[in-house]
């Protein structure tokens, strides 16, 4: 009786041994870098964007002749839709997905290290109710500020095609070619004393 118990712990034991193996190497594993992994999953959703950009570029192709700006114009419009329409369902946060809360985090920073003057020019310049949305193309009527280098040096690198815009707090990412708004950094609303 005592060997049949003998050998079924034994039984158990080697069964379940593989599995603590397992356990054991999972403990020995490195942690993952959170801010590491985020990273890694943005330049995933940038990839994937540029890949969906490449596919409909090719129905638009590059203007040659640029002396006539109305042709380069017209390429960027309908290039600007063609990727509107292929993420009909885009909404915020889609592109900057897990980065969002290291954004906001360094935009809140940058913008709290302005002094009060600034913020008040920088709100000054925005119109009151401007509405910013993915897959709309960058307002004609706003400049193309381009964000400050400071800040710029403390984001994540960006393939040619795309480039930040700071628009009052909101930081935005833009397709350079089709002057497409293609995410919008969801949290940083411009604090506006009415």
Known sequence: MV????????????????????????????????????MAEFKKRVDGYL????????????????????????????????????????KAGDVFGPVSGQLLTIVEKDWNARSPADQKAILSEIPKGLMLKVNQPYPPTLPLVTVPPKLLALLPMLPEELEYRLVDRRLLLRDRDANLIIDVLVGAEPTRAE
């Not at 129905?59 to 390429?75: L, Q, S």
């Not at 290039?79 to 885009?90: D, F, S, Y």
């Open 51 to 90: 890949d969906l950009r490449k596919a409909v570029t090719q129905k638009y192709p590059e203007v040659r002749e640029t002396g006539d700006p109305a042709k380069i114009h017209d390429r960027e419009v309908a290039l600007g839709k063609g990727i509107a329409v292929a993420r009909a369902n885009a």
């Open 3 to 38: 060997r049949t118990a003998i050998a079924l712990f034994s039984s158990a034991l080697c069964i379940s041994l593989p599995a603590g193996r397992d356990l054991f190497a999972a403990a020995q594993r490195p942690p993952v870098n959170p801010q590491a992994q985020a």
